[in-house]
């Protein structure tokens, strides 16, 4: 006998992951984490999610729980998980823009949110990180339309254009939300800081918490160009161990975790490290040329320890914000216009991003930010879970 469980598969921009309605889910967390690292695939010593709907990237290696929001100005409260590929870990602290997109799609699909023909416009109250998050879904006799010509470096096919607005706490659409004690947008009070980092001395980086905890860096204080690809990187322990200790590091002065060793055992999701250079041309993880008049900014980000393919949703908003910013290493290098939106070189290609900063008694403030992506349900139905898990989770079904 094996349990299943109702679950939708989706891609949001260049992210996959296993959605669930938090309804269907065990109220315990412990056992909720157990049945979401089963049905992912973790822990696998062989890295390879070989049984489990993981794809072992973190970019691929992701769970969402979608309820009902339990706020007047909301209409779901999103919940996102970063799930470890070879520990059993699941880290709930941070959001996932790319899948962000996917969230209003699900919603009207699954009848949370009634389909508005034209643009409907899904209320998303972000869980992790709490933010409010205005999603603007196609939507075509009642339908949510995937079908569409918007083009997204690192996705290979084009899809129906899904507009994401991040509204900071504090924003008029959600005057209350400071109650929720977002942290500030520079944590450390500055635009630049020195971090002490073992086996590198004294670093210079940006830390900040627009779209998720971030830290920015130069890529020339690491003798890296900003034009590197994936197995550039990823076969380089000692380097992806330096990138380690600076988040870690990073996490600490952001008051995130109370050592670097428990940042990297226990928090692998956020901040996320990048490392940013002047605008030059290159070639793409698919060989594509990029020049470099259609970019403002080479930047490459690591999620999960791994170069990412392309570039975080939530980075890209971070460093947007920080480009808009005077003072940070991005702004150092960074070529970037007042009210114009950001475009990013990384390894896939080119994502433009615009950020809102402003600068009020308190210090610098984001607002708002706006970001494109595309998404689609790839497969509905029940994911199988073996009859030998311990505990039958609430709403989980038996089938032969």
Known sequence: MSRRIAAVYMRGGTSKGVFFHARDLPRSTR?????????????DPYG????????????????????????DDCDVDYLFGAVSIGEPLIDWSGNCGNLSAAVGPFAISEGLVAPVDGLTRVRIWQLNIGQRIDAFVPVRHGEVLEDGAFMEDGVPFPGAEVRL??????????????????????????????LSVPGLGRLRATMITAGNPTVFVRADALGLSGRELPDDVNRRRGLLAQLEAIRAAA?????LADSAAFATAHRP??????????PAGYRTSAGAEVTVDRIDVLARIVSMGRLHHAFTGTGSIALAAAAA?????VSEVARTLPGVPTR???VSGVLTVGAEVSRGPGGWRFDKAVLSRSARRLMSGWVHLPGSMTGAPAGVGQSA
């Open 251 to 255: 996490a600490v002065r952001m008051g």
């Open 325 to 329: 910013l005077p003072g940070t290493v």
């Open 48 to 71: 390879r999610h070989t049984d489990g709907m993981g794809g072992a990237t973190s970019s691929t290696s992701k769970v969402v729980l979608i309820a009902p929001s339990t706020r």
């Open 31 to 43: 056992e909720r984490d157990a049945l979401l690292l089963r049905v992912v695939g973790s822990p």
């Open 269 to 278: 999701a956020t901040p996320k490290v990048s490392w940013v250079a002047r």
């Open 344 to 346: 990013i070189g990384h």
């Open 165 to 194: 607005e991040f509204l900071e706490p504090g924003h008029p659409a959600q005057p209350d939300a400071e109650a929720v004690g977002f942290a500030a947008l520079l944590p450390t009070g500055a635009p630049q800081d020195e």
